[in-house]
């Protein structure tokens, strides 16, 4: 593998050129306008030279630049001139990390498909504590093979994803609803998609860009979701991420109920159970059916109590008492016949990535 390296001017302050052509054995990048590198190669042709490019540290500059589609420099021109899968390594102070700025950076170029590995938990140069540690340079590497292992694992594979909340109308202007924010199934479907699968999203109303890659199939109630999940299938993969409202209002009023009239009684009944009846489906039954269970008590019995009753393959078990509904973190066990696996917190798109690799394995396929 050959590593071509770009210098922010940040970077000079800590490490030389010289010292990094070193390790990389190519000259190393650093001006936007400089004149030997424009000959040799433009900066357009540099952004798109590589399979992946990977940004190590990225810090929260650098990644304020690239979410609002800055290119005051190499770097970040390279970014947004890049067709190529982007990894982020991200390291800052904690304070910085947890900035709503940040956050807000990290969520937005997320939802955009650049990948994010760490940070992580950890004493920091600064002498704070906390998240905004660099990933090991191990986890980046695992990272790196994955995404460039990953391209083609689940090429010839039908995957159906379904994300965020539904809305049950109670007349043209309420409806019921949860908090949802969709971003676990994205990231779902924006690793299956990476991975080489035939990927199709089938989302509640969400705030989030359509993953690239990805068959977008927008709906509002559960009733629509299901008929939409039944018309992908056959699918070899399922995974029903969306938090579907259980009970709809039996009929939805269709003029605006007046506060002047008495207060409803909004008579409810229940909605189809998608991932229930994807696990029965008969002959149309995706070969791999995975659930998500959002408790907030028993966690761990209650996702079992899931696996058994839904009739699906896995359960990736969540406890949404700790605000991870809207979050960009999740902390999930994976449940299945041959037991509980439970993973450290991660990013949302970790855990993706992670599930992908599982289901891949599960399906035969490793990654090289
Ligand atoms: N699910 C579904 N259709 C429904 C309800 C749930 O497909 N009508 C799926 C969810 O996508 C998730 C799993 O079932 O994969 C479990 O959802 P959850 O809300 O945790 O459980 P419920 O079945 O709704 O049960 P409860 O709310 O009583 O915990």
Redesign the pocket.
Known sequence: MSVRAILTEGGRHFVTALSIGSLTGDKVYQELFDLTTEAEMGHIALSRSADLVVVAPATADLIAKLASGLAPDLASTALLATDKPVLLAPAMNVRMWNHAATQRNVAALMADGIHVVGPNDGEMACGEFGPGRMAEPDEIADRIASLLGAETLLSGFKALV?AGPTHEPIDPVRFIANRSSGKQGYAIASALAQAGANTVLVSGPVELAPPPGVKLVKVET?RQMWSACEVELPADIAV???????WRPVNAANAKLKKRDAVPNIALTE??????GLARHGAKRPSLVI?????TDDLIA?AKA?LAS?GCDWIIANDVSTGIMGANRNRVHLLSASGTDSWPEMSKTDVATRLVARIAEKLGKHAA
Request: glycine content about 4%.
């Open positions: 379904t559960a029903c991420s969306a938090a579907v409202a259980d909605n189809p159970d998608i991932l229930a659930g998500f269970a959002a408790e209650n899931k839904k």
